[in-house]
């Protein structure tokens, strides 16, 4: 089984200021790591993905995040937001075997003027 | 290409009633998955269908809750005997290998 923990309800951020949305796992099997992003009354879309190779992921919108095996985290960072990238973002794995994702609770990301 | 869709987008319905709700997934993806997103639950795996294979339901919370998959492609969630706690969104999702799955836009169900 797995579970994912994130670690900010909310993140208030400036305009043009970077930002870190903070994601910790659990898991007893090798797992798939994802952000989605939720707009309001929207689907889910998903930002990026780390399946294996290289640690660091880069994902749409200027968004990446670090796999870091030794922390179980998966942290998803911006280094300059813009007011559109308000929203909710979810951090979401997957056993290998596929099969279900597992969400965290998700974090607003509220973009200020 | 079309993505996701899922219908009605909005469902007002009474305590005690049925509801289906629909998912027609992006064509030539073989796996189909619904989820339920609620404010005080998160976002929930419901069930997972996966080709002709046996659907894996382990996330369906009481027998009033089952899904069918016609053909490989649609399919159809259905509550039986709704209560107010099912009010939530329920979302559908297709992928065509295990790792990436695309979302629709969902269904809000209101039960009053």
């Known amino acids: 089984a797995q579970s994912v923990t994130q670690l900010d309800s909310q993140v208030p951020v400036f305009e043009e200021a970077p930002v870190e949305l903070r994601c910790n796992y659990s898991?007893?099997?090798?797992?798939?790591l994802f952000w989605y992003v939720q707009y309001p009354n929207q689907g889910l879309q998903l930002l990026l993905k780390?399946?294996?190779?290289?640690?660091l992921v880069k994902g749409i919108n200027g968004f990446e995040a670090e796999f870091n095996k030794s922390q179980t985290s998966f942290h998803l960072r911006k280094p300059s937001v813009h007011i559109s990238d308000t929203a909710e973002y979810f951090c979401?794995?997957?056993?290998?075997?596929?099969?279900?994702?597992?969400f965290g609770g998700g974090t607003r990301l509220m973009v200020k003027p | 290409g079309a993505g996701v869709s899922q219908s009605p987008s909005n469902k007002v319905t009474e305590k005690g009633k049925d509801v289906e709700l629909r998912c027609d997934p992006i064509?030539?993806?073989?796996?189909l998955y619904w989820y339920r997103q609620s404010l005080g639950q998160g976002l929930e795996f419901l069930i997972y269908?996966?080709?002709?294979?046996?659907?894996?339901k382990s996330g369906l919370p009481s027998d009033r809750f089952s899904a069918e998959r016609t053909g490989g492609s649609v399919s159809t969630l259905t509550i039986q005997r709704t209560q107010q706690e099912d009010s939530a969104v329920y979302l559908c999702?297709?992928?065509?290998?295990?790792?990436?799955?695309?979302f629709g836009p969902g269904t809000r169900l209101t039960v009053t």
């Open positions: 780390y399946l294996s190779g290289s640690t």
């Open positions: 269908f996966q080709g002709n294979s046996a659907p894996d």
């Open positions: 979401a794995v997957s056993g290998r075997t596929g099969n279900m994702l597992t």
């Open positions: 064509s030539g993806h073989t796996a």
């Open positions: 898991s007893s099997v090798s797992v798939y």
């Open positions: 999702a297709s992928s065509f290998s295990r790792n990436e799955q695309y």
